[in-house]
């Protein structure tokens, strides 16, 4: 067991969970506003990264290792806008992947259960980010158009609530 590769996956597990932290201040934010949509699509991001971390710590478990837990930083609590808040979770998955990508590559040729773990949370942040990349683009294309945002709110509230994904597949 490679003793680097497997503090790079608890540093990450401990950012899941700073993730649904973070994507927590922000559906306060966007509830303050009265946009429930978006307050509830944030919290479904919640339970995603929540899951996410959980998988990780499973996984750590499974190969003998214990996972540590480190403290969360406060995040931030107060944005421009809600298109703020979306470039700013946009920039946040951005770092998510690279830390991501950085363990599968650490993990190459070194442990190919890592390695193989490691792929789906790869495939799945090309997913996050594209939805965040789409949802800003709409957010910038209707500006402060509150009727077409209020449109946009009731299309993320619609969002079905995230069910916890088999990442052992």
Same mark, same amino acid.
């Not at 830390?99 to 390695?115: F, L, S």
């Given at each position: 067991?490679?003793?680097?590769? @497997?503090?790079?996956?608890?540093?990450?597990?401990?950012?899941?969970? %700073?993730?649904? =932290?973070?994507?927590?201040?922000?559906?306060?934010?966007?509830?303050?506003?009265?946009?429930?949509?978006? /307050?509830?699509?944030?919290?479904?991001?919640?339970?995603?990264?929540? @899951?996410?971390?959980?998988?990780?710590?499973?996984?750590?478990?499974?190969?003998?290792?214990?996972?540590?837990? /480190?403290?969360?930083?406060?995040?931030?609590?107060?944005?421009?806008?809600?298109?703020?808040?979306?470039?700013?979770?946009?920039?946040?998955?951005?770092?998510? /992947?690279?830390?991501?990508?950085?363990?599968?590559?650490?993990?190459?040729?070194?442990?190919?259960?890592?390695?193989? @773990?490691?792929?789906?949370?790869?495939? %799945?942040?090309?997913?996050?980010?594209?939805?965040?990349?789409?949802?800003?683009?709409?957010? %910038?294309?209707?500006?402060?158009?509150?009727?077409?945002? =209020?449109?946009?709110?009731?299309?993320?509230?619609?969002?079905?609530?995230?069910?916890?994904?088999?990442?052992?597949?």
């Amino acid at each position: 067991m490679d003793k680097k590769i @497997f503090d790079l996956i608890n540093e990450q597990m401990n950012f899941e969970f %700073e993730s649904a =932290y973070i994507y927590k201040a922000m559906a306060a934010y966007t509830d303050d506003l009265d946009l429930d949509g978006f /307050t509830t699509w944030l919290d479904h991001q919640v339970t995603e990264e929540i @899951f996410h971390g959980e998988g990780m710590k499973d996984f750590l478990q499974s190969v003998g290792y214990k996972p540590v837990y /480190t403290a969360i930083p406060e995040p931030q609590g107060d944005y421009e806008s809600v298109l703020d808040v979306m470039k700013k979770a946009l920039e946040h998955e951005k770092e998510v /992947t690279r830390r991501i990508t950085n363990i599968a590559k650490e993990a190459n040729g070194v442990d190919e259960r890592v390695r193989s @773990f490691i792929q789906w949370y790869i495939d %799945e942040q090309v997913e996050e980010e594209e939805t965040f990349n789409k949802i800003i683009t709409r957010l %910038e294309r209707v500006g402060d158009d509150w009727h077409s945002i =209020y449109i946009l709110d009731a299309e993320l509230g619609q969002r079905p609530e995230p069910t916890e994904p088999n990442i052992a597949e």
